[in-house]
């Protein structure tokens, strides 16, 4: 049981929505789910991706939000809880947001940064093609950004489950939705040659399928539903017995891929329309979100205002992700030290701003350390995301459907009620989720070290 006296909870199903949906919606859904359904023919990749969504990550998700509510604790604790020989599940659980963290809030810190600079008229600048890498060449400037962006993280955290993440989480998500509905109408019915951008991203081109449209919708949606991370443990430890972990599981997946799909309207048109049709400009990662947009923006009618939106959703997007994450490790730490919450958050605020020192200089003045090739950030992503999150999601797959038993986790979904999909749910976890991970694991790995490209 809690090592707490009374553990925090969200008053309800709408908190703990939004707040999960929250997790997961972050800078993936961004910047690598429309290069990815562009890149793998649009509208399959979008049927690849929310089959996999209904059937795969359903299973995923319930799994640990039943692990978190069943033992009413974080991950750390949680595994121990249910078998001690599965302790070490639930310390790698505990470890990837610890990594992943630091790294996220660095670029929380760089979409800070553009979004201040779009609201005070540096567009054109930003707009250059030299820009966005002289930035983050700087040494002061990105660690400034990067420390309010963990700061304000931290103060929402804070405030607690109720008062704070589900309070936020209950203004941000909508808010988040309303802008990205604003962009995507602005684009289309502004932007000449948009139209033909939307068929791009909607219209399935079937020569495009291949084992690889399923990886990368695998992985993809691995990441974006914010699993193996320890998020939905610990976010099912705060959630109450007569919410039903069936229902909000399916409206945090409603979430997610409608605001992906609605990430891809947003952005593929747009740079479709300006590139000319060049698919190239659709390249992932910080070079589309940082260096492509912003020519965008630039040439777009009022520009200057929708950039600045768009980096104001953007940053809300981010902002719940790192929510999530630091709540999980703050929940870890007052589990096994005992401390209350607010010294807790300060730990984890400084512990973050330390850990992200690495990332935020290994573009500047530690430019010239890499390891295995990667620059500091790039490596801290390749652990925690290609190597660490598959273990922990094959590791609990396997803990499950053998150890465990999924009628222990069946039985927990059931006290709110008939559970609908369990049998799709049990054959998931034993059979079919354990070789998805495992092709996710295989791939990624060859993906980084360029013996296949997703």
């Known amino acids: 049981m809690s090592t707490e006296t009374k553990r925090s909870s969200f008053t309800g199903k709408i908190g703990f929505v939004l707040a999960a949906a929250g997790s997961a919606v972050g800078l993936g859904n961004i910047w690598r789910f429309p290069y990815l359904a562009a890149k793998y023919g649009g509208g399959i990749f979008l049927l690849t991706y929310i089959i996999l969504s209904v059937t795969f990550g359903f299973a995923l998700m319930v799994a640990e939000i039943a692990i978190g509510r069943k033992t009413q604790q974080s991950p750390l604790g949680a595994f121990k809880a249910l078998d001690k020989r599965f302790a070490w599940v639930g310390i790698l659980g505990t470890i990837i947001p610890v990594i992943i963290l630091p790294y996220y809030s660095v670029i929380g810190g760089w979409v800070t940064k553009y979004m201040f600079g779009f609201l005070t008229g540096g567009m054109n600048e930003m707009a250059n093609d030299t820009y966005f890498n002289g930035y983050i060449a700087k040494v002061g400037e990105p660690i400034v950004w990067f420390l309010l962006f963990v700061a304000v993280t931290a103060l929402?955290?804070?405030?607690?489950?109720?008062?704070?993440?589900?309070?936020?989480?209950?203004?941000?998500?909508?808010?988040?939705?309303?802008?990205?509905?604003?962009?995507?109408?602005?684009?289309?019915?502004?932007?000449?040659?948009?139209?033909?951008?939307?068929?791009?991203?909607?219209?399935?081109?079937?020569?495009?399928?291949?084992?690889?449209?399923?990886?990368?919708?695998?992985?993809?949606?691995?990441?974006?539903?914010?699993?193996?991370?320890?998020?939905?443990?610990?976010?099912?430890?705060?959630?109450?017995?007569?919410?039903?972990?069936?229902?909000?599981?399916?409206?945090?997946?409603?979430?997610?891929?409608?605001?992906?799909?609605?990430?891809?309207?947003?952005?593929?048109?747009?740079?479709?329309?300006?590139?000319?049709?060049?698919?190239?400009?659709?390249?992932?990662?910080?070079?589309?979100?940082?260096?492509?947009?912003?020519?965008?923006?630039?040439?777009?009618?009022?520009?200057?205002?929708?950039?600045?939106?768009?980096?104001?959703?953007?940053?809300?997007?981010?902002?719940?992700?790192?929510?999530?994450?630091?709540?999980?490790?703050?929940?870890?730490?007052?589990?096994?030290?005992?401390?209350?919450?607010?010294?807790?958050?300060?730990?984890?605020?400084?512990?973050?701003?330390?850990?992200?020192?690495?990332?935020?200089?290994?573009?500047?003045?530690?430019?010239?350390?890499?390891?295995?090739g990667m620059q500091f950030l790039d490596l801290f992503d390749f652990i925690s995301n290609s190597l660490m999150m598959p273990i922990v999601a094959l590791a609990t797959c396997i803990f499950v459907g053998y150890f465990l038993k999924p009628k222990a986790l069946v039985d927990e979904v059931s006290l709110s009620g008939e559970f609908k999909w369990k049998k799709m749910f049990e054959i998931m976890i034993k059979y079919i989720a354990p070789v998805f991970i495992l092709a996710i694991l295989v791939s990624s790995v060859l993906d980084v070290f360029n013996v296949i490209e997703i």
Not at 177 to 184: A, G, N, Q, T
Not at 193 to 213: C, N, Q, R
Request: hydrophobic share 55%; with cysteine.
């Open 156 to 372: 929402i955290v804070i405030f607690g489950v109720q008062k704070g993440i589900e309070k936020v989480s209950k203004v941000m998500m909508p808010l988040l939705i309303f802008l990205m509905i604003f962009i995507v109408i602005y684009s289309v019915c502004t932007i000449d040659g948009a139209w033909e951008g939307v068929l791009y991203y909607i219209k399935p081109d079937f020569s495009k399928f291949s084992i690889m449209t399923v990886v990368s919708a695998m992985g993809q949606l691995f990441y974006s539903m914010s699993l193996a991370m320890g998020i939905m443990i610990t976010f099912g430890s705060y959630m109450k017995k007569e919410i039903s972990i069936e229902k909000s599981t399916h409206q945090i997946e409603i979430f997610d891929t409608g605001i992906a799909f609605l990430a891809g309207l947003m952005i593929v048109p747009a740079v479709f329309a300006f590139s000319g049709g060049d698919e190239g400009a659709l390249g992932q990662g910080p070079g589309l979100m940082f260096v492509t947009l912003p020519k965008v923006f630039a040439k777009m009618p009022a520009g200057a205002v929708i950039g600045t939106v768009f980096f104001l959703m953007v940053l809300l997007a981010a902002l719940t992700s790192a929510i999530s994450l630091m709540e999980t490790i703050v929940a870890v730490i007052m589990d096994k030290f005992k401390l209350k919450r607010i010294p807790a958050c300060l730990v984890v605020f400084g512990a973050c701003l330390l850990l992200g020192l690495p990332s935020s200089l290994g573009y500047s003045a530690w430019a010239g350390v890499k390891i295995l």
